[in-house]
């Protein structure tokens, strides 16, 4: 089955630091991938779209500035989270739909999560 | 703006019981609605997705249906089981023009006591 990775699995930083998670498609190709946060106790909250080889689409109060999204390959986004401040501790999910799939019929694929804690 | 409920928030239930968790959104036109599991500090596994012209999704002991016109789906577990014990979402893809961007309930948090 389709496998979707996260690297760190969990990360302790310092405020005002910068924190990069990853999000790779292990054995598919991936255009396009999403990402969530997710506070204790709540659902998840869909932060943007990332689009291979184009800008990231930002969900309404989302900081496009403060969460920097990549997407330079069809098996790898990135998000960086810049000037990191506690209120920014959460869990963050990616997930990656296959390209090639009907958004009626098709499956997202869920990483196992990154959680970050600033200090 | 679509919004999804889930009810109840918790549930807790002894080993073998079968057990209906709700889920309800506000705008009908949805594409595809999916049910997933999380377990603590750990990602969402997919468990069904019915699509819109389905009403029902079957996979070994969970049974999801769907019911758009009234805007709500149920997740039956049968024979609950303690490894059952995790958080359920359900998600909905609300329509064409948003791609596959899910909306999220606030989940289900099951435990199954043995």
């Known amino acids: 089955g389709a496998v979707v990775s996260q690297h760190p699995s969990w990360v302790i930083c310092k405020s005002g630091t910068s924190v990069k998670i990853e999000c790779r498609s292990l054995d598919f190709q991936a255009t396009t991938m999403f990402w969530y946060r997710q506070f204790p106790k709540q659902s998840l909250m869909l932060m943007a779209t990332?689009?291979?080889?184009?800008?990231?689409?930002?969900e309404q109060g989302v900081e496009k500035d403060k969460f920097l999204i990549n997407h330079a390959s069809l098996t790898l986004s990135t998000l960086t989270v810049t000037s990191a401040h506690p209120e920014d501790s959460s869990f963050y999910i990616c997930?990656?739909?296959?390209?090639?799939?009907?958004?009626?019929?098709?499956?997202?694929?869920f990483g196992p999560g990154t959680r970050l804690t600033v200090l | 703006k679509q919004e999804v409920t889930q009810i109840p928030a918790a549930l807790s239930v002894p080993e073998g019981e079968n057990l209906v968790l709700n889920c309800s959104f506000t705008?009908?036109?949805?594409?595809?609605l999916q049910w997933f599991r999380q377990d603590p500090g750990k990602g969402l596994t997919s468990l069904l997705l019915?699509?819109?012209?389905?009403r029902e999704q079957t996979s070994g002991r969970l049974n999801a249906s769907l019911d758009k016109s009234s805007g709500r789906s149920t997740l039956y577990i049968a024979a609950s089981q303690p490894g059952d014990s995790a958080t359920y979402l359900c998600a909905v893809i609300r329509g064409e023009t948003s791609g596959s961007r899910l909306t999220f309930g606030e989940g289900t948090q099951l435990t199954v006591n043995p």
């Open positions: 019915i699509q819109s012209s389905q």
């Open positions: 990332s689009n291979e080889g184009s800008k990231a689409t930002y």
């Open positions: 997930s990656a739909r296959v390209g090639w799939r009907t958004p009626s019929t098709d499956t997202q694929y």
């Open positions: 705008d009908s036109a949805i594409y595809n």
